[in-house]
């Protein structure tokens, strides 16, 4: 909440670092992976097993995966599966997510992007997209990233598929987007305990 109230007041700041894609998507599927068990889901993975190194906001890609993939989880029945796949496009990281639940139907794609937006169809039990801040959230962090999120369906069978792309090189991102380096002339102060002096003994 206090990173999506940064967001709304436009002082969230982007810092990215040049970080393993692979290792940061595995640990947060990892995070997931026992949850879709325990509902009977398959997670796969692909591209991701060997490693992509990216200027990348940790925190940032986190938090986005995280919101898809407890959307995926939240609206994948049991015994279907979730895809996560990595790849690159013209020097861009894409990352896709797709479910086996009942997709997106096509004139809501962008309207559940929207602020607190809730598909209209609750009480026909076809889905309900919560609240209607993690995708928008989401979408104003890819856009942050300088990057974007998009929705689909899948070509094949049924379900929604969410496709995060943004830029993997450094010249995309300011001096005050790029995270300081240790000895770039950033100042680390430290508290340090400093041993009470020893009154002799009179």
């Known amino acids: 909440?206090?990173?999506?109230?940064?967001?709304?007041?436009?002082?969230?700041?982007?810092?990215?670092?040049?970080?393993?894609?692979?290792?940061?998507?595995?640990?947060?599927?990892?995070?997931?992976?026992?949850?879709?068990?325990?509902?009977?889901?398959?997670?796969?993975r692909f591209g991701m097993k060997d490693s992509l190194t990216a200027w990348t906001d940790g925190d940032k890609l986190e938090k986005i995966i995280s919101n898809l993939l407890s959307n995926a989880l939240k609206f994948?029945?049991?015994?279907?599966?979730?895809?996560?796949?990595?790849?690159?496009?013209?020097?861009?990281?894409?990352?896709?997510?797709a479910d086996t639940g009942k997709?997106?139907?096509?004139?809501?794609?962008?309207?559940?992007?929207?602020?607190?937006?809730?598909?209209?169809?609750?009480t026909k039990g076809i889905i309900n997209w919560g609240t209607g801040i993690g995708l928008y959230y989401s979408r104003r962090l890819a856009e942050l990233h300088h990057g974007s999120l998009t929705a689909g369906n899948r070509t094949e069978g049924t379900g929604a598929v969410f496709t995060l792309v943004y830029p993997m090189n450094?010249?995309?991102?300011?001096?005050?987007?790029?995270?300081?380096?240790?000895?770039?002339?950033?100042?680390?102060?430290?508290?340090?305990?400093?041993?009470h002096p020893i009154t002799p003994a009179t």
């Not at 997106?104 to 809730?118: A, D, G, H, L, T």
């Open 1 to 44: 909440l206090m990173d999506f109230n940064k967001l709304e007041n436009d002082t969230l700041r982007l810092s990215v670092e040049e970080i393993d894609v692979v290792e940061a998507l595995n640990n947060i599927c990892d995070t997931f992976e026992f949850n879709m068990k325990e509902k009977g889901i398959t997670l796969n």
């Open 103 to 122: 997709g997106i139907p096509e004139e809501q794609k962008e309207n559940i992007f929207k602020r607190y937006y809730q598909l209209d169809n609750q």
């Open 76 to 97: 994948t029945p049991r015994g279907g599966h979730i895809d996560v796949t990595l790849d690159t496009t013209d020097e861009k990281v894409k990352i896709t997510i």
């Open 170 to 195: 450094e010249q995309a991102y300011t001096d005050k987007e790029r995270r300081p380096l240790e000895g770039d002339g950033v100042a680390d102060y430290r508290i340090v305990d400093t041993p």
